[in-house]
């Protein structure tokens, strides 16, 4: 297979040489195409005015592009999630009606007027804000991705779910809007031996975590839009955490009070849930950081490659919870041969980068696989490695390489290779 | 007025020194508020699941952020305009059913397996292409700035408009996922004599623009994502010509033929249309880039400010069609003293940027102004500077510095100033 094999100089080459493809398969449609020789409806009507949608929404035929849940995952879908359909989307924006959800009580509808922010514990001064009283602090803005540390959590025992969207669609990538944590910190006065914050939701479930003071200091964000716009129910609104690179879980959403402590305070969602069991039964618990991972989102389970062989188009995801994805790399051929992907669009540290991949396909059977290097020089390993080292107990942390084979048709299948 | 003025050092002093009025406040409404002491109703229900909303939508408390359109502007909504409430949202994205829409035989809904894409003229080869075809070439991701030429178009002569949304909202930013112009054209062959692009629309309105080939050939893409999604219908969906940094009527919408010739078409909406009538009767014609721009989202007439003296924030947005913002002003005094505002996110090309000032309000009327500064070391004018070179027949490209004065209530009011 290392006809495939590409170079930065051979990548231009192949998009010279595929010209007469792409071209041929244009002239060839030209001649008695209905499309080109008849007048389009299209043309021959006045469409909805402006006043019809205020707010707007997708093309009636991209209704397929949703977010899916499974519904055999989960006893009832107010403690589930759903996924995003990063087979459909490009660029780096998710947009904020595909972005995944997990709710532990179901979406809390909460009144922005009634909102309330407390602070308590080891502070100076303990204090309650509305909304307003926010909306007086500094503000950042920062894309991010919020990846949820199930993710990919089915795949620990070997190939489960056909579809990039099941296997790596808890994440999104996100603008969000919001105050530093440490600045509303401040205002209440954090007392020497506060180490710990506790950050609690306001929805039935009162999701709790623990956080250290150092994250908390670092980049954490109290988030009031997303996307530009508020951010929507189910993600939080009217506020939620942010905290960057670290497992979804902790990025308490309709954010209702912050307690500082001076250590942990073991709750659920730290001790039975979102810890890693290993193979000897103990658990690694507070394994926060994503780490580096990608994913070929285009072709796909869900997204074959649609065309015969010719110019093709690989692309992908990646992200890494320490920093930027400078390097990706490609393999058709289950792991043998590797060559490195074109990056594309801003790089910034805690978001998802796009990678592409342009190849000529000969039409033969191919084994697609990413593998993402972050900033730190720390580079994605294989599900076995990672089952190695960590068993396969845990539905957490599974940052291992994906493969997909692909048929002469074109069709893929998520498959493992050892 | 010169109490307001604030270096760097200033603001960190400001932010310090404000943060007892912030936490008086918190502590005050600590004592017997009901939203403390009751549980609120949001933690005693289990709200809706993964499985309500496939496609998510806003908050019903969000529910007047909307896209206004202006009745009384055009004779019908089908070739009419309505406006991104910019006071509304913060960071750079626009979300996609928040985007400004201008229609000129209103919306078409392409059915995307019917779509083509023809390239005849002056090319080696005339081609039809599929949607199909073109996901085969290679993609690119950018964020730009889609402003139409008459955005500010009423405020030529003196306040008109009480309101950034309706005086600033003919604008969105994007980010956009397509294929170099230059690779499509590439594929046809453009021959020597091929100096300009005709761009068309499949709309009953057969939109038509000029553009020259160094423009084409420059930074031009044939995109089909915005926001990682689909384009929305109402932004030319399957397929919309994007033209960075210049007016939004060359951006071309349900774009369905490029030709290639060898000088300008001269269609009605580069002649009687979009061309800026001067004070003598002459018409500048081709005055295609958007020159550099600003305004304060917040506080304005749509968002006054809704509490007391004390902490106030100040934001806004700025762009050029020639680069990027490195420098914001404001003013708070109607133009007579200055201060840089801070800047914040990524700071792209041909994008919006997002600024903020922090400032500790007195309680005393303002006249609020922003000025941005570009990458070209391009300063924005007055209003008043416009007009003494352009007159005031034209409603396009309106750059010049807005005004809002703030009473002693918080209330916003769109004013001149000279």
Known sequence: MTKHRTTRRGFLKTTIATGGALAAAGTARAAGDPAITEVQPWAQYLGDGVDARPYGTPSEYEAHVVRRNVPWLTADPVSSVNFTPLHELDGIITPNGLCFERHHAGIAELDPAAYRLMINGLVDRELVFTLDDLMRFPRENHVYFLECAANTGMEWRGAQLNGC??????????????????????????????????AEGADAS????SIPMEKALDDCLVAFKMNGEALRPEQG???????????????????????????????????????????????????????????ITNPSPQAPIGHGPGPTVLTGVAWSGRGTIPRVDVSLDGGANWQAARMDGPSLPKSMHRFYYEFDWDGS????????????????????????VR????????????????????????????
Chains 1, 2 share one sequence.
Do not use: C
């Open 165 to 198: 969207q099941f296997t790596h669609g808890m994440i999104h990538n996100v603008m969000y809007t919001g105050i530093k944590l440490g600045h509303i910190l401040a205002e209440a006065g954090v007392k020497t031996e506060g180490k710990w914050l506790l």
């Open 206 to 209: 009162a999701m709790t975590r």
């Open 237 to 295: 609104y009217p506020v939620r955490l942010v905290v960057p690179g670290w497992e979804g879980n902790m990025w308490v959403k309709w954010l209702r009070r912050l307690e500082i402590g001076d250590q942990p305070w073991h709750h659920r969602e730290e001790t039975s849930k979102y810890t890693d069991l290993l193979a000897d039964g103990k658990a690694r618990r507070f394994t926060w950081e994503m780490d580096a991972k990608s994913v």
């Open 365 to 388: 059977p191919l084994l697609l696989q990413s593998r993402a290097h972050d900033s730190t020089g720390y580079v994605q390993p294989t599900k076995d490695a990672l089952r190695a």
């Open 391 to 418: 068993g396969e107990n845990s539905i957490y942390h599974n940052n291992g390489i994906q493969t997909w084979a692909i048929n002469e048709e074109g069709v893929a299948e998520n498959v493992e290779v050892s």
